[in-house]
């Protein structure tokens, strides 16, 4: 019903830039929160970025605050996912996910069982 189709990962050096985006419809920008999560080698899925299905309002975790800016083209129906100053800890990968008329803060809180969709994800490494 929803799909999202992540792109834009790759490998990249310390304090190097890539953006991410997550090709979706329409629908899915006017009626779902749409998010970023990260799952690195070894550990759980966690938060990133998120953005209202609403009003626009975002979240950010806070290792990314500063450096991560998602923004979302309704013209292009896509969220982005701007990310400068790349540590080698932000490597993983990537998800979008999306979750029906939710605020950025409940995605943040919902974590990864409380979204309705999710794309296959895009493999981010940052390398010392």
């Known amino acids: 019903q929803v799909q999202l189709v992540e792109s834009g990962g790759g490998l990249v050096q310390a304090g190097g830039s890539l953006r991410l985006s997550c090709s979706t419809s329409e629908r899915a920008l006017s009626r779902y929160g749409l998010g970023w999560f990260r799952q690195a080698p070894g550990k759980e899925r966690e938060i990133v970025a998120s953005?209202?299905?609403?009003?626009?309002?975002?979240y950010y975790e806070d290792s990314v605050k500063g450096r991560f800016t998602i923004s979302r083209d309704n013209a292009k129906n896509t969220v982005y996912l701007q990310m400068n100053s790349l540590k080698p800890e932000d490597t993983a990968v990537y998800y979008c996910?999306?979750?029906?008329?939710?605020?950025?803060?409940?995605?943040?809180?919902?974590?990864?069982?409380?979204?309705?969709?999710w794309g296959k994800g895009t493999l981010v490494t940052v390398s010392s």
């Open positions: 953005i209202s299905w609403n009003d626009g309002n975002t």
């Open positions: 996910a999306a979750s029906l008329f939710t605020t950025a803060q409940a995605m943040s809180i919902a974590k990864f069982s409380g979204m309705d969709y």
